[in-house]
């Protein structure tokens, strides 16, 4: 099978190399899939989860915040703010987050920065569903 390579970097390392068979990523108009010999592309992603065959076949799963994703010449660049594995998670730490961001959002103080708490409370709930996927097939 043809393979691409991928690079994930964040604020804080280098995430992921490799060679892989397919990338599916949370794009900001839908998920999109990218193959060997994808077109070139240039996009923003979402808070979700990005799914990677790699090249032996094996199907892993990776929440993370949001970012931008180049495509070219069968190389995929994702410049991600988070990009965590199921088994880097922390749940009880995610599960904290998720209700310090209900809590802000209940509030409603003039200080609060509804756009920022939303976005909290998303990346929370993406890490504890992911989480929770891991721990139902382990």
Do not use: C, W
């Not at 599916?24 to 240039?42: C, E, K, M």
């Not at 998670?89 to 609060?112: P, T």
Request: no cysteine.
């Amino acid at each position: 099978m043809k393979e691409l390579f991928l690079e994930v970097i964040t604020p804080s390392k280098t995430a992921y190399q490799g060679n892989i068979i397919s990338v599916t990523i949370p794009g900001t108009l839908g998920s999109f899939q990218v193959l060997y010999n994808h077109a070139p592309l240039l996009s923003s992603f979402e808070i979700g989860t990005i799914k990677v065959v790699d090249e032996g076949g094996t199907v892993k799963h990776f929440a993370t915040g949001g970012g931008t994703v180049e495509v070219l010449k069968n190389k995929v660049l994702v410049l991600a703010e988070s990009f965590e594995s199921p088994e880097e998670i922390n749940l009880e730490r995610a599960k904290s987050a998720m209700e310090r961001a209900k809590e802000r959002l209940k509030e409603k103080s003039a200080q609060l920065d509804v756009d920022r708490a939303q976005a909290a409370l998303a990346r929370a709930m993406n890490r504890i569903n992911l989480g929770n996927k891991l721990s139902k097939t382990v």
